[in-house]
């Protein structure tokens, strides 16, 4: 059928505009649409992930779906997808990117929000200088702060270091992000940092001669400045310590999980976790446990999906509801439980950061996870 091969020509991104204009007005017919629902059948049942799509091609499929006839509903393999209707498995697929005309018009129908909306977090955290003094950071500020022989500027969601003098100044400092916050910072030796919601990072005003070492919990992402002979080491919970010579990883390294995930993207970097230690090739990741020794070596983690909350997204494909309420907790700034088990359900695709929480409980919704909310929208119970 031709909406099948215009469909498959969309997927792989090989569709002409006109093709792809030729797929959207088949699809606001009944056999267009059906072939449609086929093909997601098709991909649901085979396993497979998604090629790239535009965000507006991904809307207007998701709404010519959502505005046809269901079929009747097929089985799907547990271990992918777990969740009731056709249309809810549509969008399980396809929701993650951003919200389809039709549901934003249907705010309205979810009990619990409140009338003020909970928005994404953004650029906040605090700075806590080596005096102990606290400094606000937001998205908006700009400022100089003296201290010692450095200058530091805060240029809106971004801290750099400038060193000022030639003596070196003393003590550390901690970059603390809340939950719902995020910021980046430039250290002393250049090395950038990103750190994610609920999340800390302590540092000296000047690294060493010999090394140079910092310590974080919770999520981080490196571009470590290259230093052939001072090594760059991040500390985490435990005994787990990173050494790198000069690349990009991220660390996931949340007090609240049982696990520290590494993630190289560039350069060398090994992980040290008691007497074990890994050294890590591109593209490589290694988990450690908490309160227990020994690494385990990921050889093929999906690196997009790890570093995608730098680039304001989530990627939550192939990702268990508990995972992906535990991230949407910490940008939303909820408190999250469950009633009774934790649903089975398995979420496919993208979904932007700067969703207000109202659009995000509406793709809940559609993907049929069960919940209700309470003290004003800052709690989300997740009902069986």
Do not use: C
């Not at 006109?18 to 072939?35: I, W």
């Amino acid at each position: 059928m031709r909406a099948d091969i215009l469909f498959q020509k969309v997927l792989d991104n090989t569709a002409t505009e006109e093709e792809r204009k030729e797929l959207y007005r088949m699809m606001e017919m009944p056999l267009g649409a059906q072939a449609v629902h086929t093909q997601i059948d098709l991909l649901l049942a085979a396993d497979k992930d998604l090629q790239d799509i535009s965000d507006a091609e991904m809307e207007s499929m998701l709404h010519a779906i959502y505005a046809a006839e269901p079929p009747v509903k097929k089985k799907l393999t547990p271990t992918i997808l777990r969740i009731g209707a056709w249309a809810a498995a549509a969008a399980a697929v396809l929701l993650m990117l951003t919200l389809s005309p039709i549901w934003k018009t249907e705010k309205s129908v979810l009990p619990g929000i409140p009338e003020m909306p909970v928005l994404p977090g953004g650029n906040m955290a605090v700075l806590t200088l080596a005096n102990g003094q606290q400094v606000i950071l937001d998205s908006a500020g700009q400022q100089h702060i003296a201290q010692q022989q450095t200058m530091l500027v805060q240029q809106r969601g971004q801290l750099i270091y400038q060193q000022q003098g030639n003596t070196a100044a003393s003590g550390y400092n901690t970059l603390t992000t809340p939950r719902g916050g995020q910021f980046k910072v430039v250290l002393p030796d250049g090395t950038t940092v990103w750190l994610n919601a609920a999340s800390s990072l302590r540092y000296p005003l000047a690294f060493g001669k010999k090394e140079r070492t910092v310590e974080v919990t919770g999520e981080a992402y490196f571009e470590v400045a290259g230093a052939a002979n001072t090594p760059f080491k991040v500390k985490t919970a435990g005994d787990q310590t990173i050494e790198v010579l000069g690349t990009a990883f991220n660390v996931n390294a949340y007090t609240d999980e049982t696990t520290i995930q590494t993630t190289l993207v560039s350069g060398a970097i090994a992980v040290n976790d008691g007497e074990e230690r890994r050294q890590l090739q591109p593209g490589q990741a290694a988990v450690t446990h908490i309160g227990k020794h020994g690494i385990e070596l990921i050889p093929h983690p999906e690196i997009a999906q790890v570093t995608a909350w730098k680039n304001g997204v989530f990627d939550f494909n192939r990702v268990p509801l508990k995972a992906v309420m535990l991230q949407l907790s910490r940008w939303y700034n909820i408190e999250v439980t469950y009633a009774d088990h934790v649903p089975d359900i398995t979420f496919w695709g993208r979904m932007d950061r700067n969703l207000p929480l109202a659009d995000v409980l509406l793709i809940l919704e559609k993907s049929e996870v069960h919940f209700k909310i309470e003290s004003n929208g800052t709690k989300l119970i997740v009902m069986p």
